[in-house]
Nanobody, 114 residues
Framework: QVHLVESGGGLVQPGGSLRLSCTAS????????MAWYRQTPGKRREVVER?????RTEYGDFVKDRFTIARDNAEVSLQMNSLKPEDTAVYYC??????????WGQGTQVTVSS
């Protein structure tokens, strides 16, 4: 069992920035992919940004150069700039191991409001 511990959510005004962090309780070489997803009530969880062991990234269309994912060993961060009210959601950290098992963090609330 791998635990993912997230931090960094909160309330921010439109146009502001937040940085989310997540640490996995396993060795870095066991992790294939780390990612951030988000979910709002009544909607499916959607990918924000993913990064693999080679540093290749994928991101949702809504990111549009506003968010940046970074990975350092078993930690992943998401720098979010130019936040909009529609970015309000619970953000989840995700990790897939080399054996294809996958794990989720408990989620952290991000609220963008004036």
């Amino acid at each position: 069992q791998v635990h993912l511990v997230e931090s960094g959510g909160g309330l921010v005004q439109p146009g502001g920035s937040l940085r989310l962090s997540c640490t996995a309780s396993t060795k870095s070489f066991e992790i294939s992919v780390m990612a951030w997803y988000r979910q709002t009530p009544g909607k499916r969880r959607e990918v924000v940004e993913r990064i693999d062991r080679g540093g290749r990234t994928e991101y949702g269309d809504f990111v549009k150069d506003r968010f940046t994912i970074a990975r350092d060993n078993a930690e992943v961060s998401l720098q979010m700039n130019s936040l909009k009210p529609e970015d309000t959601a619970v953000y989840y950290c995700y990790a897939m191991l080399t054996d294809y098992s996958n794990f989720w963090g408990q989620g952290t609330q991000v609220t963008v409001s004036s």
